[in-house]
């Protein structure tokens, strides 16, 4: 089994509550330009190869620079893409995963909507996930500042808001988030490895259920910006970082 079907399957482990039926879906660059991503409908928890399609990038990442488009030309534009004309459709948040991939260097990209997580983001609580950090590991494996897009039509619609706000990010950061919340939608990992894509995922949903904890006992404290930036800046934690991004952290 690849390291992708590996990874996609883990992420749909009952237990860890992230996806159900054919939520989610991830992908993994494998060559200049193409990414192999998985096909729409399919289920994560019972995944294989076959499951997965490879895309062109390029004309997915032209799609959601251009102007206006519709539903058929999404579509046509997606089913064009494939590399091969009989491999299935792929998922409509392939547009996602080719932004993730060429606007922001990931190798690695896992979209889930966990439970823990969108409790939060399906309220009127959740820019504090994105406010700062409340303990050291979460600036460590998330990086110091994450990024959220309001809520906008899944497809073309939300693919435009997600660029938006990479951009954004990218203009105002040294490098590209590891995390981007979709407000009442769901989450973006943005990873070198596959085993680094599930860490930065626990991470992000143990980091959700301690702003929960907080915002439910009072106010949340965050760490000042010295002490992220301590964290951020450590050498020891630097090592750390880098081996988790290699996938030897466990
Ligand atoms: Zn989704």
């Given at each position: 089994?690849?390291?992708?079907?590996?990874?996609?399957?883990?992420?749909?482990?009952?237990?860890?509550?992230?996806?159900?039926?054919?939520?989610?879906?991830?992908?993994?660059?494998?060559?200049?330009g193409v990414?192999?991503?998985?096909?729409?409908?399919?289920?994560?928890?019972?995944?294989t190869d076959r499951?997965?399609?490879?895309?062109?990038?390029?004309?997915?990442?032209?799609?959601?620079?251009?102007?206006?488009?519709?539903?058929?030309?999404v579509?046509?534009?997606?089913?064009?893409?494939?590399?091969?004309?009989?491999?299935?459709?792929?998922?409509?948040?392939?547009?996602?995963?080719a932004?993730?991939i060429?606007?922001?260097?990931?190798?690695?990209?896992?979209?889930?909507?966990?439970?823990?997580?969108?409790?939060i983001?399906?309220?009127?609580?959740?820019?504090?996930?994105?406010?700062?950090?409340?303990?050291?590991?979460?600036?460590?494996?998330?990086?110091?500042?994450?990024?959220?897009?309001?809520?906008?039509?899944?497809?073309?619609?939300?693919?435009?808001?997600?660029?938006?706000?990479?951009?954004?990010?990218?203009?105002?950061?040294?490098?590209?988030?590891?995390?981007?919340?979709?407000?009442?939608?769901?989450?973006?990992?943005?990873?070198?490895?596959?085993?680094?894509?599930?860490?930065v995922?626990?991470m992000?949903?143990?980091?959700?259920?301690?702003?929960?904890?907080?915002?439910?006992?009072?106010?949340?404290?965050?760490?000042?910006?010295?002490?992220?930036?301590?964290?951020?800046?450590?050498?020891?934690?630097?090592?750390?970082?880098?081996?988790?991004?290699?996938?030897?952290?466990?």
């Amino acid at each position: 089994m690849t390291d992708l079907v590996t990874l996609t399957r883990t992420l749909a482990e009952p237990d860890r509550d992230l996806v159900v039926l054919a939520e989610g879906n991830t992908s993994t660059r494998v060559d200049d330009g193409v990414m192999l991503v998985k096909a729409s409908g399919s289920k994560m928890a019972t995944a294989t190869d076959r499951d997965f399609v490879e895309v062109r990038t390029t004309p997915l990442v032209e799609l959601v620079a251009s102007a206006e488009s519709d539903d058929a030309e999404v579509n046509r534009v997606l089913l064009d893409a494939r590399l091969d004309s009989g491999a299935p459709k792929p998922s409509m948040e392939a547009l996602l995963h080719a932004l993730c991939i060429e606007e922001a260097g990931a190798e690695v990209v896992a979209h889930t909507h966990p439970t823990a997580v969108n409790g939060i983001l399906c309220s009127d609580r959740a820019a504090e996930l994105v406010a700062g950090a409340l303990f050291p590991d979460q600036v460590v494996v998330m990086g110091r500042h994450t990024v959220l897009v309001p809520y906008a039509d899944p497809g073309l619609a939300l693919a435009r808001a997600v660029r938006t706000e990479l951009h954004r990010h990218l203009a105002q950061h040294d490098r590209p988030p590891k995390v981007i919340y979709l407000v009442n939608h769901g989450i973006f990992v943005l990873a070198a490895s596959a085993d680094e894509a599930l860490a930065v995922t626990e991470m992000t949903v143990k980091a959700a259920r301690i702003l929960a904890g907080a915002l439910a006992v009072g106010k949340p404290t965050y760490l000042t910006d010295a002490e992220a930036e301590r964290i951020d800046t450590r050498p020891d934690e630097l090592h750390r970082r880098q081996r988790l991004a290699k996938g030897d952290s466990r």
